[in-house]
């Protein structure tokens, strides 16, 4: 059973960074492989990071490849999305998910409420 809460968006201009921030509350944390998704208004939610439970290994869509870098810290019960380089197209509502090794939103059992990333030009 896990509980997450998403943190750290907000507005920044194009080339700007954020880091954002997925703080879970279940002592299960360390278990599940953790995702970053996203969804923008009249599209559908894409993936966009995703991280084993042990944090050795990550894979990036290939959009946000070389700009973003997912990282999990277990004793702090978080994990983390670093944003650089950012797009306006990068613009979304950003949601953090626990479950396994996938790229599928179905495949994940918990999601937290979002974080809304806005970049202007």
């Known amino acids: 059973q896990v509980q997450l809460v998403e943190s750290g968006g907000g507005l920044v201009q194009t080339g700007g960074s954020l880091r954002l921030s997925c703080a879970a509350s279940g002592r299960t944390f360390s278990e599940y492989a953790m995702s970053w998704f996203r969804q923008a208004p009249r599209k559908e939610r894409e993936f966009v990071a995703a991280?084993?439970?042990?944090?050795?290994?990550?894979y990036y869509a290939d959009y946000v490849k070389g700009r973003f870098t997912m990282s999990r810290d277990n004793a702090k019960n978080t994990v983390y999305l670093q944003m650089n380089s950012l797009k306006p197209e990068d613009t979304a509502v950003y949601f953090c998910?626990?479950?396994?090794?996938?790229?599928?939103?179905?495949?994940?059992?918990?999601w937290g409420q979002g974080t809304q990333v806005t970049v202007s030009s």
């Open positions: 991280i084993s439970w042990t944090g050795a290994t990550t």
């Open positions: 998910a626990a479950g396994r090794w996938s790229t599928m939103g179905n495949d994940y059992y918990y």
